[in-house]
Structures are given as C-alpha cells and as structure tokens.
C-alpha cells in the first residue's frame, strides 16, 4: 500500500521561497505508470492543481504559478519536491502530495504552510 | 484551461434519501479513441485529505461503496448517493484530467436536512 508524506517548513517568510519534500514508501516512485503531483488549499477553500511529474523528470504546472514553480524528482530518496518562490500571504495553504493516474489515488495528509512575517 | 463547475454549492438531505451532485465542464472531457471520460469524483471530510470515489466518469474506486455512482458524459456529469449515510456528510469535487493543466470543480458541501 503506498504511503505519501509531505515535510518542510510551517512558516515561510513574504518574499521568500517555500519548499517542500514528499517521501513515498510502499511503492516505486520510478514506475511508468504514475505521476506525482502537488495540490494545494487554502483555508476553507477548494482544491488548487499545483503541478505534476513522472519518473523521466516530465512536468506540468499550473499555468496560474508557472513562473514561480519547480517540482522535481529524486529517486534515489524515493521523494519529490516542491520549489515555490516569491510566496505572498495567498500562497498560505495546506499542500497536499499526491499519486496521480490522471486521478488522484492516493494523497499524504498535507501540511500547512503559513505565509507570514 | 478547462473550467468546472459543480451544483448546487451546499446541499443537505435527509438520511436514506438521495443525493444528487452535478458537475459541468466547460468543454468536453470525452476521448473519443478510446471513449473514456476523462473526470473523477473526490470525498473530502474535515481535516482529512480528499478521497477518491470514482474515476472515468463511472467507475468505482476499490473500496468505495456502492451507494456510490458517477454518470454522466461530454461535459455533464453527476455523483449520485443513493441513499444518504451520516458518515457521508462532506465536501464534494469533481476533476478533470483530460488535458493536462489539471482543474477542479469548486466543491460541494453535502449535509443532513
């Protein structure tokens, strides 16, 4: 049973950048058959896609962060990472790691991010 | 991008009633080569992270049970339970992954009348 869980910082200054870690157990973070996403939500708000990427390094963003995101993949720690740079008090969510076969089959517990001085 | 919207916003029913969620996307998520739609459904309760129901449109996830169900095809789809638990109380997302800019709807918040 594969298992996700995101790790990093709760509290990320304005200005600066917020980065993340997902370690996958139970399953092989190289298989072609997945991808590994990022998702995230804000407080009381609906779901966000952040972006995507499969084990040859491919990735999608959403448009909406393009700029500011970098998702990468190190399989030999069994994780994948989130870079979100230039963070804003909206960028203030739960972050959500996720296994994707276009959907989402299984997702970590997420952490809060808070953006803040 | 493809736009989802879902209806209504917040929906409450009685126990052992049924519960209609309807989803919307802006253009058609059907992929005619292989006739597959390409939505999913998600259950979210407090605190927890989403949960995935259905994935193509109609297909159950393992697990999920069969109270359940996705219909639906192009750009008009619906979760249906069909007979209202307690443990169901939550908020609803449908989701699209036909292309790869990944969207979902806004969510529907589903309680007891």
């Known amino acids: 049973q594969v298992q996700l869980q995101e790790s990093g910082p709760g509290l990320v200054k304005p200005s600066e950048t917020l980065s993340l870690t997902c370690i996958v157990t139970?399953?092989?973070?190289?298989?072609?058959?997945?991808?590994w996403a990022w998702i995230r939500q804000a407080p009381g708000k609906g779901l966000d896609w952040i972006g995507s990427?499969?084990?040859?390094?491919?990735?999608y963003y959403n448009p909406s962060l393009q700029s500011r995101v970098t998702i990468s993949v190190d399989m030999s720690k069994k994780q994948f990472s989130l870079r979100l740079s230039s963070v804003t008090a909206a960028d203030t969510a739960i972050y959500y790691c996720a296994r994707s076969t276009g959907a989402f089959d299984n997702w970590g517990q997420g952490t809060l991010v808070t953006v803040s001085s | 991008d493809i736009v989802m919207t879902q209806s209504p916003d917040s929906l409450a029913v009685s126990l052992g009633e049924r519960a209609t969620i309807n989803c919307k996307s802006s253009q058609s998520v059907l992929y005619s080569p292989n006739n597959k739609n390409y939505l999913s459904w998600y259950q979210q309760k407090p605190g927890q992270p989403p949960k995935l129901l259905i994935y193509?449109?109609?297909t159950r996830e393992s697990g999920v049970p069969d109270r359940f169900s996705g219909s639906g095809s192009g750009t008009d789809f619906t979760l249906t339970i069909s007979s209202l638990q307690a443990e169901d109380v939550a908020v609803y997302y449908c989701?699209?992954?036909?292309?790869?800019?990944?969207?979902f709807g806004q969510g529907t918040r589903l309680e007891i009348k």
């Open positions: 989701q699209q992954y036909y292309l790869t800019q990944i969207t």
């Open positions: 139970g399953d092989s973070i190289s298989s072609t058959n997945y991808y």
């Open positions: 193509w449109a109609s």
């Open positions: 990427i499969n084990y040859s390094g491919t990735t």
